[in-house]
């Protein structure tokens, strides 16, 4: 067979074993297996399967993703969640809309420390859908905000999955996390703004109601200090350079579970519960990893990343184009799987293409590429892509937000937290299409902590 088609197949037999719900891991690793048994024979499999394990995962960069897994499933436990919510209510609760608002800002803050969108989505549920409901706020508003909030915890540094982009692309995980910051809190002020269109619309869907007093404020305001001192040591700590980021990470995760002792919320138990989620979490990551590899592997024998790119030199179109067809074609795979395997299995079929675009082999006949560096196309790609493999965590029929905060809220519909969520999905397009346009907004960070 020839090996374009040979490839062609194996991309289409790996969704369909997605779409049949065959665990993401375990379908790369048998189309990844089988592709190259079929290319180039047994041998060279079994020759790679000897060393293709210890290679992968003795990588320093991946020792982060545990510890950085530990700190979220630590800080579910200790009630960072309900004082992030408290503090942000006490300052935005009186708008309209406002306990909504409120939300989006503790799913960011909490974000900031857990780095997982469904951790985030499924704790600040717990802490917030009460309080919305109390306040006679709309299923849909109430739900969709939750659902919506919860993906900031993906882009927002620390995150896992940006991490795991960092080091299949080779970046500085350090100068991702600087170029999420900007784009991340453009997310929240978006997601804010649209609260405030929406309740301004239908001002039933989120009354207002009053304010509370000022030692009531001035507790709440204190309560959100240890978060901010957490973040600030764990971030401050990376960008000034007193520890690399697996460090930063066990720091964070120690930070927590101090806090959460002081607290009296984490006991043994919660610490036990702690290391077993992490243990079950990080085995996972690391075993789509593998399976990541193998199909890279697979690829790269039959050469269809460099087919792809002489294809798309050949058709004419302009580099830009090539990456808003990736960045819609990154959409659709997020209605199937989730943001990691999605992250795992497409980046690096996608990323040497745009390599080969930008200066290599196939690159366009007057030279001009991207119009940046290969370091700086890494960084812009990378933002963008997230923020579109977020969008498959609010969009059907995977859309696992909405079916975390839908189990949480039995009395709201599926369909109306969906509706919910569509205007949030409208500023995220907006979001996205800013920073395309505009890649300096991305760089801009980066690029001055390359000074520093």
Request: include cysteine; glycine fraction near 12%.
């Amino acid at each position: 067979m020839d090996p374009i088609t040979l490839g062609i197949l194996g991309l289409v037999i790996l969704v369909a074993l997605i779409a049949i719900r065959i665990p993401i891991a375990y379908s790369m690793i048998l189309v990844g297996g089988v592709g190259t048994i079929l290319h180039s024979g047994s041998l060279p499999v079994f020759a790679q399967l000897k060393t293709l394990a210890y290679g992968t995962f003795s990588n320093y960069g991946l020792s982060v993703v545990p510890m950085f897994v530990l700190m979220g499933a630590l800080a579910a436990r200790a009630g960072l969640s309900q004082a992030l919510f408290r503090g942000a209510n006490a300052w935005l609760g009186w708008l309209r809309g406002g306990t909504a608002m409120a939300a989006i800002a503790g799913c960011a803050g909490f974000g900031a420390v857990c780095g997982s969108s469904l951790a985030t989505a499924s704790t600040m549920g717990k802490v917030a859908l009460p309080e919305l409901k109390r306040y006679n706020y709309s299923g849909a508003l109430a739900t969709g905000s939750l659902a919506a909030g919860g993906v900031l915890g993906i882009l927002i540094p620390p995150s896992v999955v940006l991490i795991i982009y960092a080091i299949i692309v080779e970046a500085n995980i350090v100068t991702m996390f600087a170029a999420a910051m900007i784009p991340g809190i453009l997310a929240v002020i978006l997601f804010i703004l649209t609260i405030a269109v929406y309740v301004a619309i239908k001002p039933e869907a989120g009354p207002r109601h009053e304010g509370v007093d000022f030692k009531e404020w001035r507790d709440a305001t204190l309560g959100m200090v240890p978060v901010a001192v957490i973040f600030g040591l764990v971030l401050g700590g990376i960008y000034g350079g007193f520890f690399n980021p697996t460090p930063a990470a066990a720091v964070g995760a120690a930070l927590v579970w101090v806090y959460g002792l002081l607290r009296r919320k984490i006991g043994w138990h919660e610490l036990i519960d702690s290391l077993k989620e992490t243990a079950g979490t990080t085995g996972m990551i690391y075993l789509i990893v593998f399976g990541a590899e193998l199909m890279k592997i697979f690829m790269s024998r039959i050469g269809l990343p460099q087919a792809m790119a002489e294809w798309i030199a050949n058709s004419g179109m302009a580099p830009m184009a090539v990456v808003a067809i990736l960045l819609l074609a990154l959409i659709f795979l997020g209605c199937l799987m989730d943001s990691l395997s999605m992250i795992l299995l497409v980046i690096p079929f996608f990323w040497p293409v745009l390599v080969e675009i930008n200066g290599g082999l196939y690159a366009p006949a007057d030279g001009s590429g991207f119009g940046m560096s290969t370091e700086d196309l890494k960084i812009w790609f990378g933002i963008l892509a997230l923020i579109v493999v977020e969008l498959g965590l609010i969009t059907p029929p995977v859309g696992m937000n909405v079916f975390v905060i839908s189990a949480m809220a039995k009395e709201t519909p599926m369909s109306e937290t969906f509706k919910g969520v569509l205007p949030f999905f409208g500023a995220e397009m907006v979001r996205v299409t800013i920073l395309f346009l505009f890649p300096a907004i991305t760089l801009w960070l980066p690029k001055i902590m390359e000074g520093w």
